[in-house]
């Protein structure tokens, strides 16, 4: 039968809303931002991350819908605890896969 099956992949999104001239700002904390990006892409939760351009919010995207997981990163992220991100939203977000 030509019938697929749909999966749904539980999924949070991470959207920041970033201070003006995050460019500049974002210099000092940089090293810090990407290193902690990479050791929860590390651990397999955060699959995507990204500004927006121009850089005025930025999305992250784990798997998952533990949203304690992404709360722990945003109050690790030297980001968020120097002011750079002005607001945050943490979202579940269903993802249609379909499996033949």
Do not use: M
């Not at 920041?16 to 001239?21: K, L, T």
């Not at 700002?25 to 121009?54: S, T």
């Amino acid at each position: 039968s030509n019938s697929k099956q749909i999966l749904i992949e539980a999924h949070l999104v991470l959207n920041y809303f970033f201070v003006e001239n995050l460019i500049e700002k974002r210099a000092p904390y940089r090293v810090e931002h990407l290193a902690l990006v990479q050791e929860y892409k590390d651990k397999g939760v955060l699959k995507l991350a990204g500004a927006f351009n121009p850089p005025d919010a930025g999305l992250l995207i784990f798997s998952g819908s533990n949203k304690q997981i992404v709360e722990e990163f945003v109050q690790k992220d030297p980001y968020f605890t120097n002011k750079l991100v002005t607001k945050y939203e943490i979202k579940d977000w269903n993802v249609v896969n379909f499996k033949n």
